[in-house]
């Protein structure tokens, strides 16, 4: 199982940037890939991003265009860039590493079954 270690929240006001990090310090972080999810107490879970191996990235509708998933695989860290903050972006974040799995028709890709997440850090945009 990886661990994670999150930093990078904070507040801004509406249109900022902050830039969010996950490290992780296991030897199986390969196994892995990493996913970014926010959640508030009036909302679901929501998925933002998630980034494979391969540098492949998905986003969800409400953050694409503003937001940035990227890796450094020496430093074993996967960032978040957010960018052209609102007031709806308000949530705590939470990194996940996710297995990755194999389908004949997909190859290797991020599951959702989540082995680890992260302690959450929160993010408060202001209008």
């Known amino acids: 199982q990886v661990q994670l270690e999150e930093s990078g929240g904070g507040s801004v006001q509406s249109g900022g940037s902050l830039r969010l990090s996950c490290v992780a310090s296991?030897?199986?972080?390969?196994?892995?890939?990493i996913a970014w999810f926010r959640q508030t107490p009036e909302k679901e879970r929501e998925r933002v991003a998630v980034i494979d191996d391969d540098n492949t990235t998905d986003y969800a509708d409400s953050v694409k265009g503003r937001f940035t998933i990227s890796q450094d695989n020496a430093k074993f860290t996967t960032y978040l860039q957010m960018n052209k903050l609102k007031p709806e972006d308000t949530a705590t974040y939470f990194c996940a590493a996710n297995l990755r799995k194999f389908d004949i028709d997909r190859g290797y890709y991020c599951s959702g079954d989540t082995e680890h997440w992260g302690q959450g850090t929160r993010v408060t945009v202001s209008s």
């Open positions: 296991s030897y199986t972080w390969s196994r892995y890939c």
